[in-house]
């Protein structure tokens, strides 16, 4: 079964995140009081705990929730092969998956703390259709449309 391992915040763009025990997540917009919630495709990031398991096995030590900037860690669910349109239960909310994966900015402070960056090329961003609250055990569900 595919859950949230934990919801993540920050108030600046390309920093660490800090985990939360909820997070609001509002229609069209994001989560609430994030840097990077607003009107646009990728209002809210995911990254599954089996990618950062492979920087883990680089060797790199103490990679705790938040630190690849991602808003939803999650664990059960391969993000990165979902295709882009896919819907997704997350919590209380509906999401859709909107971007695979994104061009990575040099000289973030994640890549100077870790190293390397999963996120660029195995975290999906989705934009909220149905808002909530998310939080840590929740369920993730793909719906299948008819």
Not at 51 to 64: F, M, R, T, Y
Not at 72 to 101: A, C, D, F, R, S
Not at 112 to 133: A, H, N, Q, S, Y
């Amino acid at each position: 079964m595919a859950k949230v391992l934990a919801v993540n915040i920050s108030r600046e763009k390309g920093v660490i995140k800090t985990p939360v025990n909820e997070g609001v997540f509002l229609e069209n917009h994001g989560l609430q009081d994030d840097a990077h919630a607003g009107d646009w495709h990728r209002q809210v990031s995911l990254l599954g705990q089996e990618s950062v398991d492979k920087i883990k096995a680089l060797g790199i030590e103490n990679l705790e929730a938040g630190i690849f900037a991602e808003n939803i860690l999650t664990e059960g669910i391969v993000l990165y092969e979902l295709p882009i349109g896919t819907k997704l239960q997350v919590g209380e909310t509906l999401q859709e998956v909107t971007q695979i994966g994104k061009k990575c900015h040099h000289g973030c402070e994640i890549f100077k703390k870790v190293g390397d960056c999963v996120m660029p090329r195995e975290g999906i961003f989705t934009r909220v259709l149905k808002g909530g609250t998310i939080r840590e055990g929740d369920s993730i569900k793909i719906v299948l449309e008819r």
